[in-house]
């Protein structure tokens, strides 16, 4: 069988575990230039810190870097030979990179450096993009569902290592999931209407749960449950069983802390309006 990211030169190490794919490569480039002339844009003339904080373009430049961990290097190719490295390349397109690049305000940096015309398209786009199914915490929670338990089965999993297409997909599949929901959770964050924190927190507590349940299966089977990295797991040193549950572990464990640290944001703003005006 030929396997997509094969290079005939073995296995990778850390100094050659390198995707280069234009086609990641040249949106990322594109991305992190438009919102660094964006930034610039907004903060020329001494006013650092007008329309996109500090915090927020840090958030920026760790989004990036957990995109670029998962996609160049070094997880997508140690992902071939490892069932927690690919875990943890899930993890990091589904979890956290998405927070990561909402709270950087995308959409306020790629204005100011477009020109006016394509800031109105850019705009209308993004107005498009409200009708009421993407509006759906419901429909966001159980992408993210179906994501996570879909893309692990057995079958599913081979079938994208062995096609780059469908390789592809999948980590599009991860990140397009992952922004859906964070892109809810992050307006129920700003939102003052009553109730919307609670559904916000609960969509986190549903998520997580089948993160758990899915982490727990993989970190106490007592079977390979993956026969693609039988061979390859020992090629980094990794018996297949260790490999399977360092992978749950990365699943039930790291992976968590953005939605619980979501979920405590949320209830503390909750519990903020709830309280007494004096």
């Given at each position: ?8 030169h ?6 050659t ?6 086609l990641l490569?040249v949106?990322?480039a594109?991305f992190?230039?438009l919102?660094?002339r964006?930034l610039?844009?907004?903060w020329r ?20 870097l957990?995109?670029t ?5 070094p997880f997508?190719?140690l992902?071939?030979w490892s069932?927690?490295a690919h875990?943890a390349q899930?993890?990091?397109?589904l ?5 990561l690049l909402?709270?950087?305000?995308p ?5 100011a ?9 850019l705009?209308?786009c ?5 009708v ?5 915490l419901?429909?966001a ?10 893309w692990?089965?057995?079958a599913a999993?081979e ?8 390789h592809?997909?999948?980590h599009?599949?991860f990140l397009a999931?992952g922004l859906?929901l ?12 009553a109730g919307g924190?609670l559904?916000?927190t ?16 993989l970190?106490f089977?007592r ?8 061979a ?6 990794l018996g ?5 549950q ?5 699943m039930?464990v790291?992976s968590?802390l953005?939605?619980?640290?979501g979920?405590?944001?949320?209830l503390?703003r ?9």
């Amino acid at each position: 069988m030929a396997f997509a990211h094969d290079t005939g030169h073995g296995v990778p190490t850390l100094a050659t575990a390198w995707t280069l794919s234009p086609l990641l490569l040249v949106p990322l480039a594109l991305f992190a230039g438009l919102y660094l002339r964006g930034l610039w844009r907004l903060w020329r003339g001494g006013h650092t810190g007008r329309g996109i904080s500090r915090a927020e373009a840090g958030a920026c430049g760790a989004g990036l870097l957990a995109l670029t961990l998962a996609t160049v290097w070094p997880f997508d190719a140690l992902g071939e030979w490892s069932l927690a490295a690919h875990m943890a390349q899930h993890m990091l397109l589904l979890a956290l990179a998405p927070p990561l690049l909402l709270a950087a305000r995308p959409r306020a940096a790629l204005a100011a450096a477009l020109p006016p015309a394509w800031s109105r398209v850019l705009h209308r786009c993004a107005q498009a993009a409200t009708v009421a199914p993407l509006r759906s915490l419901a429909a966001a929670t159980l992408a993210n569902a179906a994501v996570m338990w879909g893309w692990h089965a057995p079958a599913a999993l081979e079938l994208a290592l062995a096609s780059e297409a469908v390789h592809w997909l999948m980590h599009g599949s991860f990140l397009a999931a992952g922004l859906w929901l964070w892109t809810l959770l992050w307006q129920r964050l700003r939102d003052d209407a009553a109730g919307g924190a609670l559904a916000g927190t609960v969509a986190i507590v549903v998520v997580m749960m089948q993160m758990g349940f899915l982490g727990a299966l993989l970190t106490f089977s007592r079977r390979a449950l993956y026969p693609f990295y039988e061979a390859r797991a020992p090629e980094l040193g990794l018996g297949v069983l260790a490999d399977q549950q360092l992978a749950g572990l990365v699943m039930w464990v790291p992976s968590c802390l953005p939605y619980l640290a979501g979920a405590i944001w949320l209830l503390a703003r909750e519990l903020d309006r709830l309280r007494p005006v004096r």
